[in-house]
């Protein structure tokens, strides 16, 4: 029979329908701008279009993907094609169509000619991504966070980092900049100087960012508010429980405080932040962090100091004086941003020695009296 001597070839061709297709759907400008989109910038109001990505042999699409079935037979020709995706029931093929469900998909496809003839099933499979990175903003170094602000310095190195889920298509490429309308090209989501971004001017700053995968899906465009605070803390002695008594004070100020067993520090004349003072004193430091402007600062942090040659040691209590005759004590500060201000030196002289008295006879010039002597006899009475 013609029949059985008739050999049948069948071919199947799917094909990918990606901008002509898709553009079947979309207006005149907005078709303009899918071809004039670029990698070096994005725009907020980016339009995912249909793309496809071949990574170690896994072939991922997004679901603006549209699927074209072709099949020819040399014999009786094509009666028509089915296709099914995973393990749903054989459809017939009446147009190119699209697959919406996320993950591992597997799409079977055959063709059946006019002379009932079936053929073998024809097995695709595609990953279908439709998931966008995760992205956030990193930093090569702490950044205090308070509330939705996050306070830096100068020094701080920033850059987004966008990670892809553990299947999907990976990061192409985030987009960062200090306005909506000025989103750039930052690299790949991973710390690297050329990705690094700083910020000098002090003040708050907001960063916008997102990222793309490698099938067009973009993250929703984050905002990161960042308050840049360049100013250390302003350190000074904590003299909550002192009495300062400048050295010309009159003699009834000072002995008022004394009856009062009140903590008297008295300033040396003409050499700043050195003090006299006695065993019984302690000292203790206090540091403040400046405003920005309007704004707080990112706040105080640490207190470190250095007695005499020691090192620089975390601030915890008052300093009692001992032993040493004399104190020289630096004290510095750290806010929470990482501002560490200048060391401040204050010296303090402890005064062992007790006051000596003396008196003299005067007359009402201040003139001393001589002291006049003799060796007259008593009246005797008898």
């Known amino acids: 029979m013609l029949k059985k001597s008739l050999k049948l070839s069948v071919t199947l061709m799917i094909t990918f329908i990606v901008s002509i297709l898709n553009a079947q759907y979309e207006t005149p400008d907005r078709v303009k701008e899918v071809k004039t989109e670029s990698l070096n910038m994005i725009s907020p109001f980016y339009q995912r279009k249909a793309e496809r990505f071949n990574l170690k042999g896994v072939h991922f699409v997004n679901s603006d993907v549209y699927f074209m079935l072709k099949a020819s037979d040399y014999g009786t020709g094509i ?47 595609v990953y279908v991504d439709n998931t966008s990175p995760r992205t956030e903003i990193a930093a090569d ?16 190195n920033f850059f987004i980092r966008a990670v892809d889920n553990d299947s999907g298509s ?3 490429m985030t987009y960062g ?36 995968d490698n099938v067009g899906n973009m993250t929703p465009v984050k905002k990161y508010n960042i308050i840049v605070d360049n100013t250390p803390p302003v350190v000074s002695i904590d003299r909550t429980n002192w009495t300062t008594i400048p050295t010309d004070a009159m003699k009834t100020d000072v002995e008022l405080r004394i009856k009062r067993n009140d903590l008297v520090i008295i300033p040396v004349k003409g050499k700043k932040n050195t ?19 309007v704004l ?58 007790r006051p000596e008295s003396s008196i003299r006879a005067v007359n009402d010039r201040g003139e001393d009296v001589q002291m006049r002597g003799g060796s007259g006899s008593k009246d005797k009475r008898k």
Request: proline share 2%; glycine share 8%; net charge positive.
């Open 79 to 125: 009666h028509h094609i089915q296709y099914a995706i995973d393990d749903k029931d054989f459809q017939v093929y009446t147009s190119p169509f699209r697959v919406l469900e996320q993950g591992n998909r597997l799409i079977r496809v055959r063709a059946i000619d006019n002379s009932g003839n079936i053929e073998k099933t024809v097995l695709y499979k």
């Open 141 to 156: 170094r702490e950044v205090f966070q308070n509330g939705s602000y996050h306070y830096c310095t100068k020094r701080h």
């Open 170 to 172: 990976g990061v192409r």
């Open 177 to 212: 900049g200090f306005g909506m309308d000025r989103l750039v090209a930052k690299g790949t989501g991973i710390s690297k100087k050329d990705n690094f971004f700083t910020l000098a001017q002090e003040g708050v700053n907001e960063y916008y960012y997102t990222a793309l």
């Open 275 to 293: 003090y006299f003072v006695n065993r019984k004193h302690t000292v203790a430091f206090t540091a403040r962090d400046p405003r920005i402007g």
């Open 296 to 353: 707080n600062g990112s706040g105080l942090s640490t207190i470190y100091i250095k007695v005499n040659d020691e090192q620089y040691v975390k601030y915890s209590k008052s300093i009692k004086f001992t032993n040493a005759d004399k104190y020289v004590i630096s004290v510095k500060a750290q806010d929470n941003a990482g501002n560490v201000s200048e060391p401040v030196t204050f010296t303090f002289i402890l005064d062992f020695d």
